[in-house]
């Protein structure tokens, strides 16, 4: 069961700013607790390669340019698709961790997360039997703060169960592309 308030024992005096995303995010959960049907969205992000291998993305009102590098025939005009996919991994582990946290009245000083990902790097050309998959990722915690150890583990085990982009990358889901062609 998520908790919504301060902890009883052991808590810590929470930051202004913390006390303010525990309010905010306790006003969100009430909303989406009187219709859980409402609380369900789809988000779509567009992009277009034309002239080299740049690709302009957009969501909503944001915008992202990704680029391979020179040695790969880009113009290197941003980061590869892998930064974004590992700092949405980074981002939001990070994020759901402190959220929880603050939610729950407790102080989390800091939380560092750091993705590591090893590649067979000839398989993105066909050169190997090897799926171009990522082979294994770590992701590393490290949490600044004075609440007792088992306090912050059970945070951050239950966040991780909730966090959309570490289940992505961690359990399989359904990926379906529909192609169209203009002639």
């Given at each position: 069961m998520t908790k919504t308030g301060p902890m009883e024992n052991n808590a810590r005096p929470q930051s202004e700013r913390d006390r303010l995303i525990r309010v905010q995010q306790t006003a969100v959960?009430?909303?989406m607790r009187a219709d859980l049907s409402a609380a369900q969205s789809t988000l779509i992000a567009t992009g277009s390669v034309t002239e080299g291998l740049a690709c302009h993305v957009e969501q909503g009102k944001f915008k992202a340019t990704i680029d391979m590098g020179l040695g790969m025939g880009g113009d290197a005009s941003g980061p590869p698709p892998g930064f974004f996919a590992r700092a949405a991994v980074v981002g939001c582990v990070a994020i759901a961790i402190k959220m929880m946290a603050?939610?729950?009245g407790l102080s989390f000083e800091k939380v560092d997360v750091e993705v590591a990902m090893d590649f067979d790097d000839a398989a993105l050309f066909g050169l190997t039997d090897r799926s171009a998959a990522p082979l294994a990722t770590r992701v590393g915690i490290t949490v600044k703060s004075d609440e007792p150890e088992e306090v912050v583990a059970d945070v951050v085990d239950r966040a991780l169960?909730?966090?959309?982009?570490?289940?992505?990358?961690?359990?399989?889901?359904?990926?379906?592309?529909?192609?169209k062609i203009n002639a």
């Open positions: 959960m009430d909303r603050a939610r729950e169960a909730a966090d959309p982009w570490y289940l992505a990358l961690r359990d399989a889901q359904l990926v379906e592309p529909q192609l």
